[in-house]
Nanobody, 121 residues
Framework: QVQLVESGGGLVQPGGSLRLSCAAS????????MGWYRQAPGKQRELLAT???????NYADSVKGRFTISRDNAKNTVYLQMVSLKPEDTAVYYC???????????????WGQGTQVTVSS
């Protein structure tokens, strides 16, 4: 069974930094695109950044210049480095991946369970 597990969330002061990780585990043949989303209370889930299998990133305007997405294909892990954090960055952060499980011929989309990021003094 394939799982995505996020880690690295927590409480940080405004202007601080956090690095989120998301590891994919299970029987995986190949992982295609991976990405990070967030959802604040009362708001829709928001796409933050994506990264292709080849490492090409893309960012939402709201986080461009402050967040950096990267991945380690050998570890099936995607990262989100966040700097200059603001109170409005407070949300549950989710990772997402398109991947083909071992033994399957079709790619499927998977979500992690989310990790809370709170930016507050």
């Amino acid at each position: 069974q394939v799982q995505l597990v996020e880690s690295g969330g927590g409480l940080v002061q405004p202007g601080g930094s956090l690095r989120l990780s998301c590891a994919a585990s299970g029987s995986i043949f190949i992982i295609y695109g991976m990405g990070w989303y967030r959802q604040a209370p009362g708001k829709q889930r928001e796409l933050l950044a994506t990264i292709t299998n080849g490492g090409r990133p893309n960012y939402a305007d709201s986080v461009k210049g402050r967040f950096t997405i990267s991945r380690d294909n050998a570890k099936n892990t995607v990262y989100l480095q966040m700097v200059s954090l603001k109170p409005e960055d407070t949300a549950v952060y989710y990772c997402n991946a398109d991947l083909t499980p071992t033994g399957s011929t079709r790619a499927k989309n998977y979500w992690g369970q989310g990790t809370q990021v709170t930016v507050s003094s």
